[in-house]
Structures are given as structure tokens and as C-alpha cells.
């Protein structure tokens, strides 16, 4: 069994988004604890160029996103910002601009991500935390959209994440009652994959993410494409994307080796290619 490697550092543009990379795993920190890791411009302009710069990394397997500290996953967008950024229709339109920017990197990312929430998980770090195919949370998380106590129009691309993943009903109380929300009551109402305690919750998410980066990278990719085509309208989805990733990995030198290590009861040893 080979040890841990170190841990090594990339550039981000800005001291509010950290990333480390070990073992195929990269682990990106949002870096804003005084305000409870809340989402600043500066931090929502940077994600989009590290996430493709993630994407592109050949030694990244699995992303993880957290919190910086204790207190929060993220609180939210940054309200100081909004008297400047989301007041005039055209400073509005320029916000959104930036937010829908980083939508699509989200969802160009082919990698599997996992959100590691501890604490506030609020409002704009909620809808972030639902970029995730995965969300592990420690029991003293909490959730919730407080929009309906700012006076603030929902997104509707985050309503409608929201809705895909708890359902109309469940969507309909966290943001018409704007209450916050345990993190029992969000793995009941399936807002989150699994809770565990506090103590436990980095060593287990890390357990997922190295769980996931061993297995072979072009189906995990094609899994996470077919998974996202399935959840999509019929004239939305992108089936045949999915359905080339798949036959791609039937054409890997992956699916050669799983089977050889089948074969030689051994563990697989997968390169993507």
C-alpha cells in the first residue's frame, strides 16, 4: 500500500479559492471566513478559469469543494456587494452575466465533484453545493434560502436544480418559508447524500473521493454524463454525448486492463486511456 502523497498547491488568481492536489484528488477551498466563506465577485470570477484548468488536468480524478474553517460551507453571496453589484438593471445583467458563466463551467466539468458542508450552507452556497453529484455533510450543517427575507428573485436555474433534486413540494418549503433547515432534515428530504459527525467528516468524504478516483476515468466520466443526460428533458439532453463516452470506454486500454485484473484477482490499474 503506497503512502500519501504531499499535497500540492496551484494558483487560483485570488486568495479566496484554494486548491490542493494529492493523490488525484484536488480540494478546492472557498476562502472567506470572516464572512462565513461568502461568495464575492472576486471568487465567482476566478472559479470558471480553475475549473476548466481542473477539467484539463490529467492528474485530477475527483474535485472536492469545502469551506475554509468551522463555521460555513459558504453563507451565500456576498450582500455587502449588492448595493454596487445588484441594484441598477444594467449592474444586475452584468451579475447574472458572471453567474451564468459559471453555471456552464460547472456543468462542462466531466469530473466528479463532491461537496464536503460543514456549517452554513446558505442561499448561494447552497445552489453552489448543488453543482455537486455528491454532498456529505456533517450533523451540525444547516441549509436554507433566505431570498424571500432580502427581497431577492430566485435564480431560476438554481429553482429549478433545486426542484430536480427534492421535488416541487419539498423546493416549495425551503424557499417560501426562507427557514434554515438541520442537516438531518436535509439528508431526509434528499438535499444531501449523507451525514456523518463533525470529527469524521473530512477523512470520510476523502475516503469517497479516493473510492471514486481508483476506478477507471472514462466511466466514471460517461457515468456522470449519462446521469446528467437521464435527468434532462428529451429535448434538452444530450444522449448521444453520453452514448459516444460509453462506446469510448469499451475502446479503452481501461477495459483491457479491468479485465486482466479481474482475471489475476489483482487491483485494476486505470490510466484514462
Known amino acids: 500500500m503506497t503512502s500519501p502523497s504531499s499535497p500540492a ?10 486548491v490542493e ?11 472567506n471566513p470572516a464572512k462565513r466563506n461568502a461568495l464575492s465577485s472576486d471568487m465567482r470570477a476566478a472559479l470558471p478559469g480553475l475549473l476548466e484548468a481542473l477539467q484539463a488536468d490529467a492528474g485530477v480524478r475527483v474535485v472536492v469543494l469545502t469551506g475554509a474553517g468551522d463555521k460555513a460551507f459558504a453563507s451565500g453571496a456576498d450582500i455587502s456587494e449588492f448595493a454596487d453589484m445588484r441594484t ?14 459559471l453555471s456552464r463551467s460547472w456543468a462542462s466539468l466531466d469530473k466528479p465533484l463532491i461537496a464536503m458542508i460543514r456549517g452554513f450552507c446558505i442561499g448561494g452556497g447552497l445552489f453552489t453545493a448543488l453543482q455537486a453529484d455528491i454532498r456529505v455533510a456533517s450533523d451540525d450543517s444547516q441549509f436554507g ?3 424571500a427575507r432580502l427581497g431577492l428573485g430566485p435564480g431560476m436555474a438554481a429553482v429549478t436544480a433545486l426542484t430536480s433534486l427534492i421535488g416541487p413540494a419539498r423546493t416549495s418549503e425551503v424557499l417560501l418559508t426562507a427557514q434554515r433547515f438541520s442537516a438531518a432534515e436535509a439528508v431526509a428530504m434528499g438535499l444531501v447524500n449523507r451525514v456523518v459527525p463533525a470529527a469524521a467528516l473530512r477523512a ?9 478516483a481508483a476506478n477507471a ?13 437521464a435527468g434532462q428533458s428529451p429535448g434538452q439532453h444530450d444522449m448521444a454525448r453520453a452514448q459516444a463516452m460509453i462506446e469510448a470506454c469499451f475502446r479503452s486500454e481501461d477495459y ?4 486482466r485484473a479481474f482475471a489475476e484477482k489483482r487491483a485494476p490499474a486505470f490510466t484514462g486511456r
Open 217 to 229: 476515468p472514462l466511466t466514471v466520466a460517461a457515468c456522470k454524463a449519462a446521469i446528467r443526460a
Open 145 to 147: 434560502v433566505p431570498a
Open 21 to 31: 492536489v494529492a493523490d488525484a484528488v484536488a480540494v478546492v477551498t472557498l476562502n
Open 204 to 212: 470520510e468524504t476523502m475516503a469517497l473521493a479516493q473510492a471514486i
Open 9 to 18: 498547491t496551484r494558483e487560483t488568481g485570488t486568495d479566496k479559492l484554494l
Open 256 to 259: 483491457l486492463e479491468g479485465q
Open 88 to 101: 441598477s438593471p444594467a449592474a444586475r445583467a452584468q451579475y447574472d452575466r458572471i453567474g451564468e458563466t
